[in-house]
């Protein structure tokens, strides 16, 4: 069995885990961190220095600024870990880096198969449709509550596209400051947020006369949260190193 402790447990993303969690004899979350108050079937810490309780693996669905503190118990303790938040810095992206010397990481900005696959479908069209002339866009959207923009999700599909084509796009985010033409080595993304849309992001190939849309639609967190947990799985007989999602549905 995977014994896992939650950093962030008391969030919407956390809780969805724990639902899933006990639902799955191979996992068990035996400790939560959270700074808030919740309903919990297991110890939480609002400090994880604090949380002594043994277990194979850490899953993070916190907030960027809690990072940094889970990557110095990560470094003490060596507990692999599966990074979840999104919108980190710079820095703090190195920083995983270094960590995986000690330690399993594993960082994705997506957690949910259907993604992971899409991720594949990218890769493997991206580079003919460009060289036909097709124009890229990604259009994301989200809940009012999410606070970075763009996502994480439409970042990384446009570092796939990118990669698939040699790393030759620069990424819009705004044209309203601009007058001129599209250029044709130019990837737009754009963000909505309102209500309570789960996750949706759709890739545009636009061509002469021609369109293809490829979109993927999240309608319940649970498609995160069963992603999350596979990959504690995987990730608790791993060997140190920086991990993705690719590595747990198979590249």
Do not use: W
Not at 69 to 97: F, M, N
Not at 152 to 157: K, P, Q, V
Not at 225 to 235: D, M, P, R, S, V
């Amino acid at each position: 069995m995977t014994k896992i402790i939650m950093h962030g447990c008391n969030g919407r993303m956390g809780q969805a885990i724990t639902r899933l969690a006990q639902l799955d004899d191979s996992v068990e979350i035996v400790a939560g961190v959270d700074i808030t108050i919740g309903q919990n079937t297991y110890p939480v810490y609002t400090d994880i220095e604090e949380c002594k309780v043994a277990a194979d693996v850490i899953i993070d669905f916190a907030s960027a600024k809690a990072i940094d503190k889970l990557l110095d118990y990560v470094e003490a303790t060596h507990i692999p870990v599966v990074v979840c938040t999104t919108g980190l810095s710079e820095e703090q992206k190195a920083r995983l880096e270094e960590v995986s010397k000690k330690a399993s990481v594993l960082v994705s900005a997506n957690m949910s198969l259907g993604i992971n696959v899409l991720f594949k479908v990218l890769t493997s069209i991206s580079g003919l449709l460009s060289d036909a002339g097709f124009d890229i866009e990604i259009i994301e959207k989200h809940h009012n509550q999410k606070l970075d923009a763009p996502s994480g999700t439409a970042l990384a599909l446009a570092d796939v596209i990118n990669k698939a084509m040699e790393n030759q796009f620069e990424y819009i985010y705004d044209r309203s400051d601009r007058r001129a033409k599209r250029d044709s080595k130019e990837i737009g993304i754009s963000a909505v947020r309102g209500g309570t849309i789960v996750g949706d992001h759709e890739v545009i190939y636009a061509g002469e006369d021609e369109e293809i849309v490829i979109k993927h639609t999240a309608h319940s967190r649970n498609v995160f949260a069963k992603g999350a947990l596979e990959a504690a799985k995987f990730l608790s007989s791993t060997q140190c190193g920086m991990y993705s999602m690719q590595d747990v549905v198979g590249k």
